[in-house]
C-alpha cells in the first residue's frame, strides 16, 4: 500500500473552511429598494396619468409614418392610450403594426401570434421582427423553471439576431434587439454594435440622435438595463431636456441615482415628477407614499418618512403601496414584532397587502400588473422577516409565481424584471441560511444578466457550498472579467487541493498558489485555513496545527461561528496529541444532533479521544445518538477496543471478541495492505479457541502478515508511527494469548518508532506480559481506563507557538509520516481556545463553513465581539479641592453658584429655557434603562486570585494532597484539577459515597462543572440516595441547595451539619462552606466572617480555598479591626509579599479594600518584577484616579493589550487577568464594545467560566439589544444554579420570573433581579416602584442598585424632584460607583437639566460626553440612550453651543419624537436663508398635535419657507390657552415663534435669541449660530460677559448674568437632607407623577404644574424638596402555609378519552418525565397555590384553553429517526399529504369537534409526528373555535414544542380565517 492510500485512509478530507463573508447576507441591508421604486413610479405615469401636454407628441405625430409609431409608444408610456391608437390608426408601417398589436390586444387578451397569422408579418425584415417582439413581449414560458425561461429569451434573441443580421431593419429594432441581447450577455461590444448600428441608421434619416428623444429614452433604457449608470444618467438627461414631463426616464433616472448613492439628485427628480403626476390625476396617496418611500431607501433611519408610513391610512387605490410598504416598516423599524414575528402574519395590514394577489379581490382584478408587482415584491420583504430563523426559513417561497399564474401577466420586459428581484430576494435569503440558492441565483441572471452582478457570486457560493467545486471554478473562470471575485479567489485553489487527481500535481500547485497569497498578504486568514486544510489531509500535523492557529489567534470570533472549521482544529489537536482540548471542542458536537460534511470521520475520531481519556458517559451518549458508525480505520479501531472490554448480559464470563472480529475484517476490507487490521485480527481471534481447528496458526499467520506490512510501510516512511507502534503491541498481545513469547514485537514497536507510543498502548505493553484470557485481558484494559488513563497524561492547553511561515512551509515539505517530529516552538503564552457555547453554529454567507449544522439553532445572534472596541476618552477626574472649583459669579444675597457650598441646603440656581420642558410638553420622559451596575466584584476577584496564588506556592512545599486515593483532601484542597481527579474516580460509580463526593467536585469546579450534563445527572442520582450520603456528601448537598437558593432546605442542612464532625473529628469544613454560604449566597458579611474564621482556626493545614474566601469575607465587611485581621492572616500564611509581586498587590489591595489611590504604590510592590495581575490593578487604579497617566502612557488600547498573563501563570490567572484589565477599561470609559471584547478573551480559556457571558449579556442590555442579551443566557445551564447567573438570567431574559419572585429577599442581589425583571421583561414598572419603596429599600437600607432603579423610574415617569433627591442620595453614598458609572450620571444630568440647573447639568453632560472616544463607539450604543442625548442637546441649545448640539444629534435615532424638535431648531439656526431647508423643517413637524414647541417650529419654518401654517397656528393658540399658560418660557418660545409676541421677556438666552431673530430677519440666525460657535470653541465654560459680547451686536441683550454664566465644575444643588424613607418619598413622588400626567395626550394639567417659578432676572432658588419624615410600615409577608393540589384552567370541551399513542415505526427511545406531585414552595404565600408535597401520581391537569381530557395522559413525544428515510422519500412524502390536506373555511371550523380538529391536525405534512400532533390536539380538547383563536402561548400549552411546527398550525388557522 502506497504512503497516498495510507493517508487517506487515516487523515481527514479536504473542505472549504473560509471565515471571510463574500455577501452582506444580513437582513434588510441585502434588499435593493432602488428597482421596487423604479417600477412603482413608471406604473404611475404607465397607468393613472390622466392628462398629459402632447404638444411635442403632436409634432411626432405629424412626421412619418415611422414617427407616428414613435409617437405611439411615447403616448402608451404615458397612459395615452387613445391619442396613442389614433396615431397609427389606418397606417400601414412596421412600427405602426407593432403599436397596432401593443394597443389592442390588452394584457388580459394578449396571446401569442399563431403560425396562420404570423403570415401577415411575412413581407419584409421589419414585419417578420414585429411578430418576434410581440410573442416575445407575451411571455410564454414557466415563471418558476429558469431554463424554460433562458430558453424562451435565447430563442427571441436568436431570431431578432437572424433578421437583424440582414442589415434590413429599422433603427428601432436594433434597440429593441439590444435591449433583448442586453439581458443575455456580458458582452458589452456586441450590444453597443446594435446601438451603434441603430444611430447611423437614424443620421441617415437626417435626424440628429443627440435630440432625439425617443431615441435617447430608449438608449438610456438599455443602458439601465444594462447597469451602465453613466451612460443611463448622460441618454436620460437628453430626453428629459427634451420633454421635461417625461415619465418614462425619470423614474429610471431616479433609479440609477439610488444605485449610486446620490439621493438628494434622486429627490429632485422625484420632486419634479410629483407636480407633474398630481397634476395628471394620480392618486396624491400614492404619491406621498413613493415620496416617504424614496427618503426611507435614502436614509432608512429617517424618523419622519417611517412615522408617515406608520401613519399610512389611504384609500383602496394606493394601499397596493401603503399598505405593504408599512408592514415593511412594522417589521424592521418598530420593535413590535421582535419577540413573535409570526404576528406581523396576523395584523391587518398583512391581510389587506395579501389581498393584493387575491383572484377574488376587486381591487386586485382591477389594477394594473405592475401594481399587483410592486404590492408582492414589498410584501416579500416582511414576509423574510417573519421566516428569518433556522426554524422557518424553508417556509419562504415565491410570490410572484402564484401571481403570475392567477392574473393576466405583464409585457415579458417588466415580469423579468420582476422576476429578477424576486429571485435575488429569494437567493440572497437562501444563502443567508446556507440553504440552496443555485436556482434562484441563476434566475437573476437568466432575468438580465447585469440585473444585480452579486447573482453571480452568490450562485458561485451556492455551487461551492454544495460541494460543487470544479462548477463553481467554472463560474469564476467565467464570469471574472466582469465581476470583482477578489472573494472568491481561493475557490479555484480549492478546486485543486480537493481534486481527485492521483498525479497530486494539482495538490503541488494549490500548495504554492496559498503559500503565494499568503506572502502577498500576510492576513489571509481564508489561505491559512486552506493550506492548513492541505497539511492535514496529507498528515503533516505539526505543520497543519501553526498555520490554523494564526487565523484562531487573530479571528477568535469567526473561527468559532464557523462549525466545520472547529472540526479541523480538534482533528489536528488529536494528531498532535492534545486530546483534552479536543475533547473540549468534539463535546458539543457529539452531544447534539449536528452533523457536518465529514460526519463519520470526525465522529471517529472523537470515539477515540473520549475512549483514551476514560470519556464512558461520553461514548454511551455518542452511542444513543447513533454517531458510532461507520467504516472507517478510526471507528473500526475504537469498536474493537469497545468489543474487547464489553460483557455480554447473559455470560458474564465471555467478552465480545466475536464482533471485534467482524471489525478487524472490515477494517481489512477497506485495505488488505493496511497492517493494523491484520493485527486486530490476530487479537480477536483468539475467542474462536476451540472453536476453530488450528486458530493458534491463523492467529501467528495474521501476527506475521501484520508484521511484514507494517515493517515494509515504516522503512518507506509511509506508515503513521502510533499506528506502527499499536499494529505491533496487538501482536505482541496476539502471540501472548496463544502461549507465545510477544516481547519482541513490544520491543520492534520501542526500538522502531518510540516517538509512536501513547498511554494506552504503552500500559499494555507493561501489563500483558504472559498467557491470559479473553476475560483476564478484559479486566487489565478495564483497569487501565481508570487507573492508567486520564486527561494528566496529556498538555491540557495548547500553548501558542512561534510562527514563520518559511520554517512552516519547510517543515511541511520535509516531512515524511514515519519521521520523529520535534517539539515546536512556544511564546510563552496559551493559545485562544474556540470551543464554541452551547448555541449550534450560525450559518454565514460567503462559502465558508462547509456545510451548515443540520441542527436547528437558537434565534440568531449576534457574536459577542460584534460591536466596534471603543478607545480613548475616560472619565473626569475625582472632584478637585474645594477651593479650585468655586465659579466665578456674580455676588448675589439670594443665591449660591451650583457647589451646593455654604449651609444653606437646597439651593441652586435655576435657569429657565423652554427646552427644559422639551419632555413635559408631549409626555415623553426618558426611557427606562439597565443602568445597574456590571458585577465586577474586587474582593470575590481578588479573593480567588489568592487562593490559585497560595495553590501554586503550597504545592512547591508539598502542602497538595499527595495520595492519589485521597479524594477527600482534593475536595478540601479544590482547584479544577483536583477536583478532576476526584470526578475520575467517581465515574461510574452510583453508591452514596462516591455520589456526594462527586456532587461537591462538580459545584467547585469551573471546567465542565457545576450545571453541567454530567453534573445534572449525577444530582439526579444522588437524590435518591440523601439517607445514605457521607459527612461531605451532605455537605456538598447542602451547598448545592445554597448555590440554587433554596436557602429554607440549605439552612436545615448546614444547621445539622454544625452538630457533626468529619472523619477526623473536625467541623472545620462545614464551617467554611457555610461562612461562604453566608456572605456569598445571603450577603450576611459579619456572620459569614465568624464562620470562616472558625474553620481558619480550626483546620492545622493552611488551606487556600478557606484562606481565600476569608479574606473575601473580611473585605467585604470592612471594618478597621477585619483589615488588622487580614494584615495578620498575610504574615500567618508565609509572609510571600515579602517577596512575590503578586502576593505584594493581593495583600496591598485587600488591605486598602481595593481603593488604592496612587498608582505609583504598584511601582514599590514589584518585588519580583511587573506582572499581569499588577499592571492590570494599576490600570484600575489609574482609571478611578489618574487617567491622565492613561493618556500619557499611550492610551487605553495601548496599555490594555499590553497586559498579559506570564506563561508560567496559573490557568485561572489567565482569565483573572482579562478580567481585571476588562474592569479598568470600562471604568475609564465605559465602551459597550469594549467590554464585549474584554469579558469573550477572558472567556476563551474556559468557556464554562460564568463571568463571560453574564458581563456580556448586561452589556447587550445596556446597549438596547435586548434579543442577544437573552440569547447570551437563554442557553446557560449554570442560570439555575449559581446567584450571579440567576441575577442575570432574570434582568435579561424572562425564564426565571417566578423563581426570583419567590426568593428575592435572600440578597439585594437577589431582589434587584426581580425589580429588573418586572421592569425589563414583565413591563410591569408600577409593581416595580411598589416593592422597591415598600419592601427592597425597606429590607436592604440605601441600597445602591435599587436607588439607580428608583431614580430611573422616577425619571421615566416625569417625577423630577424626587428623581432628583434620590440621583442626589447616590452621588453622596456612593461617589466612586456614582462616577464609575456613565450612564447613571447622564440620567442625573438630563434630571438636573429638567429642573433648571444649567450649570450642574452642562458640567455633567459635558464631563461624561467627552470621555467616550466617538469615533470607535458603536452607534448602537449612542441610539440606546438617544432620549438622553437629545436632553444633552437641549441644554446645548439653551446656553447657544450649537456645534456640540450638531455633533450630538448625528449620534441619535432619527426615530424619537424629540429628535424633530432638536434637528429642526438647529436647522433653522444654521440654515434660516435656506427655504428648501425650512420647508423640509416644516414638513416634518407640521402634523404634531401635541407639542407645542414642535408645533411653533413648523409655524417658524413655514414663513421662512414661504409656506402656509394656518392650521398649525390654530393648534398652537388652543394649546396655549389651556395647557401651557402657566409655562412662562414656552408660552414666550412659542408665540415669538408664531408672531404672537415680538419682545423677549429676556429670562433665559434661547427666547432672548429668538425674539432677535424674529425681529432682524433670517440671517441673524445664521450670524448668531456662527458667533456663539466661536465662543464656544475657545471655551467650553464661557462667560456672561463673553456670550452677550457675542451676540449683542445682532440685538441680544437685557439677560441677567446669572442666567447666562456657565460654572465649571459646578456641583449638584444640595438637599435638604438624605431620607431612607422612602415610603414618604414616594407619596411626593405620585403626586409629581399625577401633576405631570396632565401633559399627557387629553389630560388637564392643574394649574402651576410644570411651572419652574416666577420670572425674574436672577432665577429662582431650587432644590429638590424634603420628603415628609413620616416612616411607613413595613408590609405583611404571606403567611406561611401549604397550598392544594392546582386546579384545573378553564378550558374548552372535552377530548374525550382519547391518548396520543406513538406513531408506529418511530424510535420512542425519550423518556417521559416521571409522575410525581410538584414540590411545596417554602411558605410564601405567593402566586397560585402549589401542589402539596407528597405521593401520588401528580398527573398535571389540562392547561387553559385545552379543555378538559377526562383521565387522558399524553405518551412520549416520538422521537423521529430522519436518517433512517431518505430526504427524497420525505419529501415525496410530504408533496403527496399535502395535495390530500383539505382547505375547510372558518365558518366550518368554527363548529369543529376536538376530533375534528385532531384530525385535520393530523393529515398536515409534518414526517414522523403528524398523527401524534393530530391525537395531542385531541387530548388537549382543542376546538374548532379554539384552533382559530390560536396563538403562540396557547400551542405551547397544548405540547407544541417547536417553533417551526407552532408557525404551520398557526398558518393553517390563518388561512383558514382568509377563506371565510
Given at each position: ?403 403570475f399564474s392567477s392574473f393576466p401577466k405583464p409585457l415579458t420586459d417588466d415580469l423579468l424584471d420582476a422576476l429578477c428581484y424576486e429571485n435575488y430576494l429569494l437567493g440572497m435569503f437562501k444563502l443567508k441560511w446556507k440553504a440552496d440558492c443555485k436556482k434562484q441565483f441563476k434566475y437573476v441572471i437568466t432575468c438580465n444578466c447585469r440585473g444585480n452582478m452579486n447573482a453571480y457570486i452568490g450562485e458561485v457560493i451556492g455551487f461551492q457550498n454544495a460541494g460543487m467545486a470544479d462548477i463553481a471554478v467554472q463560474k469564476i473562470e467565467s464570469i471574472q472579467r466582469f465581476v470583482n471575485v477578489e472573494a472568491l479567489e481561493l475557490f479555484p485553489i480549492d478546486a485543486k487541493r480537493m481534486s481527485q487527481d492521483e ?1358
Open positions: 500500500m502506497g504512503n497516498t492510500a495510507n493517508v487517506r485512509l487515516l487523515f481527514p478530507p479536504q473542505q472549504t473552511l473560509s471565515i471571510k463573508k463574500a455577501l452582506n447576507t444580513a437582513l434588510p441591508d441585502f434588499i435593493p429598494h432602488a428597482e421596487i421604486i423604479f417600477m412603482g413610479i413608471s406604473e404611475l405615469f404607465e397607468s393613472h396619468l390622466t392628462s398629459f401636454d402632447t404638444s411635442f407628441l403632436n409634432k411626432l405625430k405629424a412626421g412619418s409614418d415611422d414617427n407616428k409609431a414613435l409617437a405611439a409608444e411615447v403616448a402608451r408610456w404615458h397612459n395615452q392610450l387613445d391619442f396613442a391608437k389614433e396615431c397609427v390608426q389606418d397606417v400601414d408601417n412596421a412600427l405602426c403594426k407593432r403599436m397596432h398589436l401593443m394597443l389592442d390586444r390588452i394584457a388580459d387578451k394578449r396571446v401569442p401570434l399563431t403560425d396562420d397569422e404570423k403570415k401577415a408579418y411575412e413581407r419584409d425584415e421589419d414585419h417578420q421582427f414585429v411578430a418576434i417582439d410581440y410573442n416575445f413581449q407575451t411571455f410564454n414560458a414557466s415563471t418558476s423553471d429558469p431554463n424554460d425561461t433562458e430558453a424562451f429569451i435565447k430563442q427571441a434573441c436568436d431570431d431578432m439576431g437572424k433578421l437583424i443580421a440582414t442589415d434590413k431593419c429599422s433603427w428601432r429594432f436594433h434597440l429593441i434587439y439590444a435591449a433583448v441581447l442586453s439581458r443575455t450577455t456580458l458582452d458589452t461590444k456586441a450590444v453597443q454594435h446594435q446601438l451603434d448600428l441603430a444611430q447611423t441608421k437614424l443620421n441617415k434619416q437626417g435626424v440628429d440622435a443627440n435630440s432625439h428623444y425617443p431615441y435617447q429614452a430608449m438608449l438610456g433604457d438599455v443602458y439601465y438595463l444594462m447597469r451602465d449608470t453613466s451612460k443611463a444618467q448622460e441618454a436620460f438627461s437628453k430626453a428629459i431636456a427634451i420633454l421635461p414631463n417625461d415619465g418614462f426616464c425619470r423614474p429610471r433616472l431616479i433609479a440609477v441615482y439610488l444605485m449610486e448613492s446620490k439621493f438628494n439628485e434622486a429627490m429632485q427628480v422625484w420632486q419634479a415628477c410629483c407636480s407633474d403626476l398630481k397634476s395628471g390625476g394620480v392618486n396624491e396617496d400614492a404619491i406621498n407614499c413613493f415620496t416617504n418611500y424614496l427618503k426611507l431607501a435614502s436614509n432608512p433611519d429617517d424618523q419622519s418618512a417611517i412615522d408617515a408610513i406608520l401613519a399610512y391610512n389611504g384609500d383602496d387605490e394606493s394601499s397596493y403601496i401603503g399598505v405593504p410598504l408599512k408592514l415593511y416598516v412594522m417589521a424592521y423599524k418598530t420593535d413590535q414584532f421582535k419577540e413573535d414575528k409570526l404576528t406581523l402574519n396576523e395584523t391587518p395590514e398583512n391581510e389587506k397587502a395579501t389581498q393584493w394577489a387575491d383572484r377574488k379581490s376587486d381591487f386586485a382584478k382591477a389594477a394594473s400588473s405592475k401594481r399587483r408587482v410592486v404590492s408582492q415584491c414589498l410584501k416579500m420583504m416582511s414576509e423574510m422577516f417573519v421566516n428569518d430563523g433556522m426554524e422557518d426559513y424553508e417556509y419562504q417561497g415565491s410570490l410572484l409565481n402564484n401571481m498525479s497530486g500535481e494539482d495538490m503541488k500547485q494549490a500548495e504554492q498558489q496559498l503559500i503565494s497569497i499568503i506572502q502577498k498578504k500576510n492576513r489571509a486568514w481564508d489561505a491559512y485555513l486552506a493550506l492548513a486544510d492541505l497539511y492535514i489531509s496529507t498528515g503533516k500535523w505539526q505543520s497543519a496545527m501553526l498555520l490554523m492557529q494564526q487565523p484562531i489567534e487573530n479571528e477568535p470570533v469567526a473561527c468559532s461561528n464557523n462549525f466545520e472549521l472547529r472540526l479541523k482544529w480538534a482533528t489536528i489537536l488529536f494528531f498532535n496529541n492534545y486530546l483534552p482540548a479536543a475533547m473540549k471542542v468534539f463535546n458539543e458536537y457529539t452531544s447534539k444532533d449536528l452533523e457536518s460534511s465529514a460526519h463519520e470521520y470526525y465522529c471517529a475520531i472523537a470515539a477515540n479521544v473520549y475512549f483514551e481519556l476514560d470519556q464512558g458517559k461520553k461514548l454511551t451518549a455518542m452511542g444513543k445518538k447513533n454517531k458510532l458508525k461507520g467504516q472507517n480505520v478510526w471507528i473500526l479501531r475504537y469498536q474493537c477496543y469497545k468489543f474487547w472490554i464489553a460483557e455480554l448480559k447473559k455470560k458474564p464470563d465471555k467478552v465480545q471478541y466475536d464482533k471485534a472480529i467482524d471489525c478487524a475484517k472490515k477494517m481489512i476490507r477497506l485495505d488488505e495492505n493496511y497492517p493494523l487490521g491484520h493485527a486486530l485480527l490476530a487479537r480477536s481471534n483468539i475467542v474462536m479457541e476451540g472453536i476453530v481447528d488450528n486458530i493458534a496458526e491463523q492467529i501467528e499467520e495474521s501476527v506475521n502478515k501484520a508484521v511484514e506490512l507494517a515493517d515494509k510501510l515504516v522503512t518507506d516512511f509511509a506508515m503513521l508511527p502510533r499506528m506502527y507502534y499499536e499494529t505491533m503491541v496487538h501482536c505482541g498481545v496476539a502471540m501472548y494469548q496463544i502461549g507465545k513469547d510477544g516481547s519482541e514485537y513490544y520491543q520492534k514497536a520501542v526500538d522502531t518508532v518510540p516517538h509512536g507510543e501513547i498511554p494506552l498502548l504503552k500500559s499494555q505493553r507493561e501489563r500483558i506480559t504472559s498467557k491470559l484470557t479473553p476475560q483476564q485481558t478484559r479486566d487489565i484494559l478495564k483497569d487501565i481506563l481508570k487507573t492508567g488513563l486520564n486527561r494528566e497524561s496529556y498538555q491540557k492547553v495548547v500553548p501558542r507557538f512561534q510562527f514563520d511561515l518559511n520554517n512552516t512551509v519547510s517543515l511541511a515539505q520535509s516531512h515524511r509520516l514515519g519521521n520523529p517530529t520535534s517539539p515546536l516552538l512556544e511564546t510563552g503564552q496559551n493559545g485562544v481556545d474556540i470551543t464554541k457555547p452551547e448555541e449550534a453554529p450560525a450559518a454565514s454567507a460567503g462559502g465558508g463553513g462547509g456545510g451548515a449544522a443540520k441542527a436547528k439553532p437558537a434565534a440568531a445572534k449576534k457574536p459577542k465581539a460584534a460591536a466596534a472596541a471603543a478607545g480613548g476618552g475616560g472619565i473626569p477626574p475625582p472632584p478637585p479641592p474645594e477651593e479650585e472649583k468655586k465659579a466665578v459669579v456674580p455676588d448675589t444675597d439670594d443665591s449660591k453658584a451650583g457647589g451646593g457650598g455654604g449651609d444653606d441646603a437646597g439651593l441652586g440656581i435655576v435657569v429657565d429655557s423652554p427646552f427644559n420642558y422639551s419632555s413635559m410638553c408631549s409626555y415623553i420622559w426618558p426611557s427606562e434603562k439597565l443602568v445597574f451596575s456590571l458585577p465586577f466584584d474586587d474582593a470575590v476577584t481578588m479573593g480567588e486570585a489568592l487562593t490559585v496564588f497560595l495553590r501554586e506556592r503550597f504545592k512547591e512545599i508539598n502542602l497538595a494532597p499527595q495520595d492519589e486515593n485521597d479524594l477527600i483532601g482534593r475536595l478540601h484542597w479544590g482547584g479544577d484539577d483536583a477536583l478532576q481527579e476526584v470526578l475520575d474516580k467517581c465515574e461510574g460509580q452510583s453508591d452514596a459515597l462516591h455520589l456526594g463526593l462527586a456532587n461537591f467536585a462538580y459545584l467547585f469546579k469551573m471546567d465542565l462543572g457545576i450545571a453541567s450534563e454530567d453534573h445534572r445527572k449525577c444530582v439526579e442520582e444522588m437524590m435518591e440516595v440523601t439517607k445514605h450520603l457521607t459527612y461531605e456528601g451532605k455537605l456538598g448537598l447542602a451547598c448545592l441547595k445554597g448555590l440554587q437558593c433554596v436557602t429554607y432546605e440549605a439552612d436545615d442542612y448546614f444547621k445539622g451539619l454544625l452538630n457533626e464532625k468529619d472523619a477526623d473529628g473536625s467541623d472545620w469544613l462545614c464551617r467554611r462552606h457555610y461562612g461562604h454560604y453566608l456572605f456569598f449566597i445571603k450577603h450576611d458579611y459579619a456572620a459569614g466572617v465568624q464562620e470562616l474564621q472558625k474553620a481558619y482556626k480550626n483546620n492545622p493545614k493552611k488551606d487556600p480555598m478557606t484562606i481565600g474566601w476569608y479574606m473575601a469575607a473580611l473585605a467585604k465587611s470592612g471594618t478597621q479591626q477585619d483589615i488588622q485581621t487580614m494584615a495578620t492572616v498575610f504574615d500567618e500564611i508565609g509572609k510571600f509579599h515579602d517577596g512575590h509581586s503578586d502576593a505584594a498587590v493581593i495583600r496591598e489591595e485587600f488591605l486598602n479594600l481595593f481603593d488604592i489611590k496612587d498608582a505609583s504604590k504598584y511601582d514599590a510592590l514589584a518585588k519580583s518584577g511587573p506582572t499581569g495581575l499588577l499592571r492590570a490593578r494599576q490600570l484600575i487604579c489609574r482609571a478611578k484616579y489618574d487617567r491622565k497617566s492613561i493618556d500619557a502612557g499611550g492610551g487605553i488600547k495601548k496599555i490594555t493589550k499590553d497586559i498579559k498573563a506570564g506563561g508560567a501563570d496559573p490557568a485561572m490567572f489567565k482569565i483573572l487577568i482579562p478580567l481585571l484589565k476588562t474592569q479598568g477599561n470600562w471604568y475609564y470609559n465605559n465602551s459597550i464594545g469594549q467590554c464585549i471584547d474584554g469579558m469573550t478573551d477572558a472567556g476563551m480559556v474556559c468557556m464554562d467560566w460564568i463571568l463571560s457571558p453574564v458581563i456580556n449579556s448586561y452589556c447587550f442590555a445596556k446597549r438596547d439589544d435586548w434579543e442577544t442579551a437573552e440569547a447570551t443566557m437563554a442557553e446557560l445551564p449554570q442560570k439555575n444554579f449559581e446567584p450571579i447567573s440567576m441575577v442575570c438570567a432574570s434582568m435579561t431574559t424572562g425564564a426565571l420570573s417566578e423563581l426570583i419572585e419567590d426568593i428575592k429577599d435572600i440578597s439585594p442581589d437577589i431582589f434587584i433581579a426581580r425589580i429588573n425583571n418586572l421592569r425589563f421583561q414583565q413591563k410591569k414598572t408600577d409593581v416595580a416602584l411598589k416593592e422597591l419603596t415598600s419592601e427592597f429599600l425597606e429590607a436592604f437600607k440605601q441600597d445602591f442598585n435599587a436607588l439607580v432603579a428608583l431614580a430611573g423610574i422616577y425619571l421615566n415617569k416625569g417625577a423630577l424632584t424626587s428623581a432628583y433627591q434620590v440621583f442626589y442620595t447616590i452621588r453622596q453614598l456612593y461617589p466612586m460607583r456614582y462616577r464609575l458609572n456613565f450612564l447613571l450620571r447622564f440620567e442625573f444630568a438630563e434630571c438636573m437639566r429638567m429642573n433648571g440647573f444649567q450649570s450642574e447639568a452642562w458640567s455633567e453632560f459635558r464631563a461624561v460626553y467627552e470621555s467616550w472616544d466617538h469615533s470607535k463607539k458603536s452607534k448602537m450604543d449612542f441610539e440606546a440612550i438617544t432620549d438622553l442625548l437629545l436632553g444633552f442637546i437641549f441644554q446645548c441649545l439653551s446656553v447657544g453651543d450649537y456645534a456640540t448640539a450638531e455633533d450630538a444629534l448625528d449620534k441619535c435615532s432619527k426615530r424619537h419624537k424629540l429628535y424633530k424638535l432638536a434637528n429642526g431648531e438647529l436647522t433653522l439656526m444654521k440654515h434660516a436663508g435656506d427655504a428648501s431647508k425650512c420647508k423640509s423643517v416644516f414638513e416634518d413637524c407640521k402634523d404634531e398635535k401635541l407639542h407645542p414647541m414642535i408645533i411653533a417650529l413648523a409655524i417658524r419654518a413655514a414663513k421662512l419657507g414661504g409656506e402656509s401654517a394656518g392650521e398649525c397656528e390654530e393648534t398652537l393658540k388652543k394649546l396655549l390657552a389651556e395647557k401651557f399658560e402657566d409655562v412662562a418660557s414656552v408660552k414666550e418660545y412659542c408665540e415669538l415663534s408664531a408672531g404672537i409676541v415680538t419682545e423677549s421677556s429676556n429670562q433665559c438666552l434661547s427666547n432672548a435669541i429668538l425674539a432677535a431673530v424674529m425681529k432682524n430677519g433670517a440671517d441673524t440666525a445664521t450670524k448668531i449660530y456662527e458667533a456663539l460657535k466661536a465662543v464656544y470653541a475657545n471655551n467650553k465654560y464661557p462667560s456672561a460677559q463673553e456670550i452677550l459680547a457675542a451676540v449683542s451686536a445682532f440685538g441680544v441683550s437685557g439677560i441677567d448674568d446669572v442666567n447666562l454664566t456657565l460654572m465649571q465644575n459646578a456641583e449638584p444643588p444640595k438637599i435638604a437632607d438624605i431620607t431612607d424613607d422612602y415610603g414618604a418619598l414616594a407619596q411626593v413622588a405620585n403626586q409629581e407623577i399625577e401633576e405631570m400626567s396632565g401633559y399627557k395626550e387629553g389630560g388637564k394639567p392643574k394649574k402651576g404644574a410644570g411651572k419652574k417659578g416666577k420670572k425674574g432676572a436672577k432665577g429662582k432658588k431650587g432644590g429638590a424638596k424634603k420628603a415628609s419624615p413620616a416612616k411607613g410600615k413595613k408590609g405583611k409577608k404571606a403567611d406561611a402555609g401549604g397550598g392544594g393540589a392546582e386546579e384545573p384552567a378553564a378550558g374548552g370541551g372535552g377530548g374525550g378519552d382519547v391518548k396520543a399513542g406513538p406513531k408506529p415505526k418511530v424510535d420512542y427511545n425519550s423518556k417521559g418525565k416521571k409522575g410525581g406531585a410538584k414540590k411545596a414552595s417554602p411558605a410564601k404565600g405567593k402566586k397560585g397555590k402549589k401542589a402539596d408535597a407528597g405521593g401520588g401520581g401528580g398527573a398535571e391537569e389540562p392547561a387553559a384553553g385545552g379543555g378538559g381530557g377526562g383521565d387522558v395522559k399524553a405518551g412520549p413525544k416520538p422521537k423521529v429517526d430522519y436518517n433512517s428515510t431518505p430526504l427524497d422519500a420525505r419529501k415525496k412524502w410530504s408533496f403527496e399529504m399535502a395535495e390530500k390536506l383539505p382547505t375547510p373555511k372558518a365558518n366550518d371550523v368554527a363548529s369543529w369537534s376536538a376530533n375534528d380538529v385532531g384530525n385535520f391536525i393530523a393529515k398536515i405534512p409534518i414526517f414522523g409526528l403528524n398523527e401524534w400532533y393530530g391525537n395531542k390536539f385531541k387530548e388537549s380538547g382543542v376546538t374548532g373555535k379554539m384552533f382559530l383563536d390560536c396563538n403562540e402561548q396557547k400551542l405551547v400549552k397544548w405540547g407544541i414544542d417547536k417553533k417551526c411546527h407552532r408557525a404551520r398550525f398557526r398558518a393553517e388557522a390563518l388561512a383558514m380565517k382568509r377563506r371565510g
